[in-house]
C-alpha cells in the first residue's frame, strides 16, 4: 500500500499494536531494560504503526544501544520492555538470555540478547501504557530501579 506522499508504507494490513486495558509502572518493574523507540530509529516511515512487523521490532529494541557500563557494572537485565516514545506504548516485551544479556561491540553497536524474539508480549504488557509515574525519561535506554 502507498501513501499520498508516494511512500510504500505497508505490506501488512492489520494494527501493530492492539492497546489492551490497564498499564504497568516503571516502579514494579525489575531486572528490565527499557527502550524508547521513535519511528525515525526504524526507517523514514513517520510511525511506528506503519506495517512493520513484530520481526522489525524485535530487531531494533535489541540493537544499537551503548551497554559497555551496564556489563561493567555487572547489571543482568532478564527482560527487554520496549516503550513507544510519543504514547508510552508497549511495542514489546522480550525475555533475556539470562547468562549473557548483552553482546558487546563497542559504543552503540551493542545488543541485547534476546530468548526467542517472536515472544515478544512476555506477561501480556505489549499494548498497555507504560507510566513512568514521575521518573524522568532522559535518553532512549532506562533500566529499572534496581539496575544502573
Known sequence: MTNRSGLLSTKHLVPFVERKPGSISYWNLQSTAIVTLTPRAIDERGTLHAGRDAATFAKRASGYWPLQSAEKRGDRPNRL???????????????????????????????????????????DAKGRQFEWDGRKVGTLLTWSQDLG
Do not use: Y
Open 81 to 123: 520492555l520496549a516503550v513507544q516514545k510519543s504514547s508510552h506504548i508497549i511495542v514489546g516485551h522480550w525475555l533475556l538470555e539470562r547468562d549473557e544479556p548483552f553482546h558487546i561491540v563497542g559504543g552503540k553497536n551493542d545488543s541485547f540478547r534476546l530468548v526467542d524474539p517472536d515472544e515478544d508480549n512476555v506477561q
